[in-house]
């Protein structure tokens, strides 16, 4: 039986898909809650990272460690990028990767991760296709585009062009390049949903309370559909 990992940043992305496990057990490893748990007939292990990319690249190689996972979702909100995207949208990650990486005075591109292979880590096609199919079974609303990850808000306008235009990026978010990284380093799949919740611009600040249950809830339904189904 496959085991498959989901990862949220807080509490409010992963509640859902958490309220219906059947639980197994609990462990803490890193000040990390993992929880093993039967959901639609599937091995599930979950766990709230907390925010930021160190977090979340921790919180991922522990699960691939300690419960040996088949796959890992990185379940969450984001700000908008993609023109069109509304509040409550899903973004499927293509691919993800970190906005902040800046070794430019070394002479490499911004983004660009110094002596790896790449920089840019490519969700599991098949986790794509699941997540697509779920989008319309769920009656949801998205796209399949890279997420771009950094250990800051975006709630200006600047930053989100700067984004937009450097790295053609559908969604901002503080984990999923850290969690992609971790998981090509592991050779394990991975995909990345995330609801919008912001538009990440100078209103971001705003729209974040305002719409951040919505989107986890939206995302939510995705990863419930996908669990049934991968």
Same mark, same amino acid.
């Given at each position: 039986?496959?085991t498959?990992?989901?990862?949220?940043?807080?509490?409010?992305?992963?509640?859902?898909?958490?309220?219906?496990?059947n639980?197994?057990?609990t462990?803490?490893?890193?000040?990390?809650?993992f929880?093993?748990g039967?959901?639609?007939?599937?091995?599930? +292990?979950?766990?709230?990272?907390?925010v930021?990319?160190?977090? /979340?690249?921790?919180?991922?190689q522990?699960?691939?460690?300690?419960?040996? +996972?088949d796959?890992?979702?990185?379940?969450g909100?984001?700000?908008?990028?993609?023109p069109?995207?509304?509040?409550?949208?899903i973004v499927? #990650?293509s *691919? /993800?990767?970190?906005? *902040?990486?800046?070794?430019e005075?070394?002479?490499? =591109?911004?983004?660009?991760?110094?002596?790896?292979?790449?920089?840019?880590?490519?969700?599991?096609?098949?986790?794509i296709?699941t997540?697509?199919?779920?989008?319309? #079974?769920c009656?949801?609303?998205?796209?399949?585009?890279? +997420? =771009?990850?950094?250990?800051? &808000?975006?709630?200006?306008?600047?930053?989100?062009?700067y984004?937009i235009?450097s &790295?053609?990026? /559908?969604?901002c978010?503080?984990?999923?390049?850290a969690?992609a990284q971790?998981?090509y380093?592991?050779? +394990?799949?991975?995909?990345?949903?995330r609801?919008?919740?912001? #538009?990440?611009?100078?209103?971001?600040?705003?729209d974040y309370?305002?719409?951040?249950?919505?989107? =986890?809830?939206? #995302?939510?339904?995705?990863?419930?559909?996908?669990?049934?189904?991968?």
């Amino acid at each position: 039986m496959k085991t498959i990992g989901i990862i949220g940043a807080m509490d409010l992305e992963i509640q859902k898909i958490k309220g219906l496990l059947n639980v197994i057990t609990t462990k803490n490893a890193a000040g990390m809650d993992f929880t093993l748990g039967m959901l639609e007939g599937r091995s599930i +292990v979950i766990a709230m990272c907390g925010v930021g990319k160190v977090n /979340a690249a921790v919180c991922t190689q522990i699960m691939i460690d300690l419960f040996a +996972v088949d796959c890992i979702i990185n379940v969450g909100v984001a700000g908008g990028l993609s023109p069109g995207l509304e509040m409550g949208d899903i973004v499927i #990650s293509s *691919d /993800a990767m970190q906005h *902040d990486m800046n070794v430019e005075g070394l002479g490499y =591109a911004r983004g660009v991760i110094p002596d790896m292979a790449t920089s840019l880590f490519k969700a599991a096609p098949e986790l794509i296709e699941t997540a697509e199919d779920a989008l319309i #079974s769920c009656g949801l609303k998205g796209v399949i585009g890279r +997420v =771009a990850a950094g250990d800051v &808000f975006v709630c200006d306008k600047s930053l989100k062009d700067y984004i937009i235009n450097s &790295f053609d990026a /559908a969604c901002c978010e503080m984990e999923g390049g850290a969690i992609a990284q971790t998981c090509y380093l592991n050779k +394990v799949p991975f995909v990345i949903i995330r609801a919008i919740s912001d #538009s990440a611009d100078d209103s971001g600040s705003m729209d974040y309370p305002a719409f951040k249950r919505m989107a =986890a809830e939206n #995302s939510g339904k995705i990863v419930h559909y996908m669990i049934k189904n991968i």
